[in-house]
């Protein structure tokens, strides 16, 4: 049997756990968030929402199936570090190229097993998500001192590390057939230029199954660029980081409002939407990271599954001729918005459940159907 390396978990607080390491070595820095859900690791490491923090799962077993090339949101792993009770050395799927730790080794991801994560996570939750370091190298006290270094997660905008770097075309549609999609048959594919705060790929699937032809933008591309694609509708993607730090982003959002296209956000582009029509965000205490989170509509529950710690200030809307839509059932944060007057609208939570259920991939066809009714001409700007 292999000898096993020692690993260290600090929080900022002064909270320690000792494990082993089943990742690469090193020492890793960022804010340490848990997630809730039973499945999907694989999706949750590759999500470029995870930038910039370290991930308690909460599930006490991980790495049973492996890694694949079909299961990854991004091209490569987006958290900082892994945190994990039990891990499974050795996977057991007929879909799995590699296993966790391997991969983590291979993408350079520090990650700490054997350690208390109900322990953890519940002092996450009295406390608070905060900065925390993993270690194969540092003893606690030399940790404790690079955490007071760090920066905290309110005011960061972590953006420019996971957008493209340059436009690209997406065609590339859901493989499974679990849902029945609405793609146009015989006519014109719709346009969508999305926004790329640091889109998921499952995302762009979706997109692409109703019939979209979807063109992906840097985060940093200026309304003028945008609206010469002569776009259907524009989407606005995830991505890591406080909302409200992204100022280029809600520029460009409130600019594009103007031209009164059918617009369309998912979770950071929830919030920056929100915050382009005069709405403002703060800092939830642990956030959402699960895939069985009931949110309300219409006097309906559909459960979502979310990732955010930031969210829209509900007070912060009245009088903005906005309509909140979608309300989570367990502390009645907002999860959804829509203008009462332009075609607009957003949620909190991953509509394109992946990992999670499937409740909310109504909103894709509520778009698609926003983009054949309500068509602009780019050159045709409103005063708001």
Not at 73 to 86: L, Y
Not at 156 to 183: G, K, N, Q
Not at 325 to 343: M, S
Request: aromatic residues 8%; contains cysteine.
């Amino acid at each position: 049997m292999a000898q096993r390396t020692v690993a260290r978990l600090v929080l900022e607080d002064g909270t320690a756990f000792e494990g082993w390491s089943f990742g690469a070595p090193g020492t890793s820095v960022g804010e340490v968030v848990f997630n809730t859900g039973m499945t999907g690791y694989q999706e949750v490491l590759t999500d470029p929402s995870y930038c910039g923090q370290i991930v308690a799962f909460t599930y006490p077993e991980l790495g049973n199936t492996g890694v694949n090339l079909e299961d990854a949101e991004s091209d490569r792993p987006q958290v900082r570090g892994v945190i994990a009770h039990n891990v499974a050395g050795r996977p057991s799927s007929w879909r799995a190229t590699q296993s966790l730790g391997d991969y983590l080794k291979d993408h350079a991801i520090v990650a700490i097993a054997s350690i208390d994560t109900r322990a953890l996570t519940r002092h996450l939750r009295s406390r608070g998500a905060m900065n925390g370091a993993i270690s194969t190298e540092l003893s606690t006290e030399a940790l404790l001192a690079r955490l007071q270094e760090a920066p905290a997660m309110q005011g960061l905008d972590l953006v420019p590390r996971v957008t493209t770097a340059a436009p690209y075309t997406w065609s590339e549609s859901t493989a499974a057939d679990w849902l029945a999609t609405r793609a146009a048959a015989g006519e014109r594919p719709l346009r969508v230029v999305a926004i790329d705060f640091g889109i998921k790929h499952n995302i762009l699937r979706r997109l692409a199954s109703y019939g979209c032809e979807v063109i992906v933008v840097p985060a940093d591309t200026g309304v003028e660029a945008i609206l010469a694609y002569r776009p259907d509708g524009i989407f606005l993607s995830n991505g890591p980081g406080d909302p409200a730090a992204v100022r280029y982003g809600i520029e460009t959002v409130q600019g594009l409002l103007k031209s009164r296209k059918p617009m369309f956000g998912i979770c950071l582009g929830h919030q920056i939407l929100a915050l382009a029509l005069g709405g403002e965000t703060y800092k939830l205490k642990f956030g959402h990271r699960g895939l069985n989170q009931p949110a309300s509509f219409n006097n309906r529950v559909e459960i979502t599954s979310q990732n955010h710690g930031f969210a829209v200030d509900d007070a912060s809307l009245a009088g903005a001729n906005i309509e909140i839509t979608h309300l989570n059932l367990n502390d009645r944060t907002v999860e959804g918005l829509r203008h009462r007057e332009l075609p607009v609208f957003s949620v909190q939570y991953h509509p394109e459940a992946s990992p999670g259920p499937h409740d909310a991939d109504y909103l894709f066809a509520q778009f698609v159907d926003l983009m054949r009714e309500k068509p602009a001409d780019a050159a045709s700007l409103v005063e708001l």
